[in-house]
């Protein structure tokens, strides 16, 4: 399957879905793609599934159903806006059977344009190559729509005020995590002696290296917008190997024994039977209460023989039906609660009732009360979390302690207002070119 995205100059980039999350080494290389410029999604030859839904990372970007090309695409819009460097986009699509799958694309490359600078992303490139496994890549989409868009109803002023308080709040709240951030680290720092955790040559050199390139590489102006000279990025890059250090060696005693009992992850084949209908529009609308007791009916139907079938999953498709597999456990929540609910209190080999839901009729068979590798996972995820706790509380501990002394009014004078670059376009008809400047 693939996405096609149409850029502002009418060109059409196609990028590949795969069935799998991307993981942070794959990204997509060949294109390049702007948090300011408008783009519209299309998936074409998709007709077999009976919902779509389109997502950049975790927003949710309307899509609508063409009849005239029998295809799905989205409005041009600025679908990559307030995305911090790095994105991937995911296609959820269900059958009318109830089937559901997810596609994705690997992640992509954004140019922002006011909430990072190409001299950051220089430092960063720099700090990933030299310090392996140093940075977690987090993005998240917070948009507005209310006063963003153009509505008739309410006037310029208004959208240009909701608009600024959107960025003052985001640069309070930014500029707090940046402070939480450097108080932690100094603070781990005058503690880095507790746990005998220091700087070995070989790191202090590969820093020096580091900030060094950095400095040289950039004029005075792009510095001074990051605050980026040699002293202050030397230091900053210490305090965050130390910071690294100190949290390997503040977990080191953490339990990393978890019994099977604890992350027991159990997995069940459950078919939708779905009361829901595209229509022409390829919206998702509700079938009549006639229509929906013809599916229940087929439902409890199915329900009744499935204890029986030698393989859930081949009755089902036997029966115009399709099966997913799902691994879960008390905490689970998706597809459906009641669901969840009613597989977790069955033995292994046996069926749940029909389970009424909103979107339809479930039905559920547990196929195995200890699924090997989803538990072992599990495990995984359990020991991270008990030194993610281990780890917070001890830095709170020392907060707590530590008399923190922040100047005010330097701190006041910092703003994100006016940082951004200037991004030019192309394009391959025309000679001409257009600059686009930050937001």
């Not at 959208?159 to 940046?178: F, G, Q, R």
């Amino acid at each position: 399957m693939k996405l096609c995205i149409v850029k502002p100059d009418g060109t059409v980039a196609e990028i590949l879905l795969r069935d799998r999350q991307p993981s942070f080494e794959a990204f997509n290389n060949e294109q390049l793609f702007f948090e300011n410029y408008q783009y519209k999604f299309i998936l074409r030859e998709i007709e077999e599934y009976e919902n779509v839904e389109i997502f950049v990372g975790d927003y949710s970007v309307p899509i609508h159903y063409k009849a005239s090309t029998d295809w799905y695409e989205t409005d041009q819009d600025l679908v990559f806006g307030g995305c911090f460097d790095l994105a991937y986009i995911s296609v959820w699509v269900s059958e009318k059977e109830g089937k559901e799958e997810r596609f994705y694309t690997d992640f992509l490359r954004i140019a922002t344009t006011k909430q990072t600078t190409r001299q950051v992303e220089q430092m960063l490139d720099e700090i990933e190559k030299n310090i392996p496994n140093f940075l977690e890549v987090c993005f998240s989409r917070n948009k507005k729509n209310s006063g963003l868009k153009n509505d008739s109803t309410r006037s310029i002023w208004n959208t240009l005020k909701l608009v600024d308080e959107i960025i003052k709040t985001y640069e309070e709240n930014y500029k707090d995590s940046i402070m939480d951030s450097l108080e932690e680290m100094y603070i781990l720092d005058e503690h880095k002696d507790d746990y005998k955790v220091s700087l070995s040559d070989d790191e202090e050199k590969s820093i020096e290296d580091v900030a060094k390139k950095f400095t040289d590489s950039n004029d005075s102006a792009a510095k001074d917008a990051v605050s980026g000279d040699e002293k202050t990025v030397k230091k900053v890059l210490e305090l965050l190997t130390l910071q690294k250090k100190m949290e390997t060696a503040m977990t080191a005693d953490v339990d990393t024994n978890v019994s099977d009992e604890e992350a027991a992850q159990k997995k069940m084949q459950y078919v939708l039977f779905s009361t829901k209908t595209k229509g022409s529009d390829g919206n998702s609308t509700d079938m009549s209460d006639d229509e929906k007791a013809e599916v229940k009916k087929k439902a409890e139907d199915f329900q009744k023989d499935a204890a029986s079938a030698e393989d859930f999953s081949v009755f089902a498709t036997a029966v115009g039906a399709s099966a997913t597999d799902l691994t879960f456990d008390s905490d689970t929540t998706s597809p459906n609660e009641d669901l969840i609910k009613a597989a977790d209190k069955l033995k292994e080999g046996e069926v749940t009732d029909v389970i009424e839901a909103d979107n339809g009729y479930y039905v559920a068979k547990v196929v195995s009360l200890l699924d090997r590798d989803a538990t072992d996972t599990k495990k995984e995820s359990i020991v991270s979390q008990r030194k993610s706790d281990q780890y917070q509380s001890i830095c709170k501990k020392w907060k707590k302690k530590t008399d923190i002394k922040v100047h005010k009014k330097v701190w006041n004078t910092i703003s994100f207002a006016d940082q951004g670059v200037t991004v030019k376009s192309t394009t391959e008809d025309t000679d001409t070119s257009s600059d686009s400047s930050s937001k």
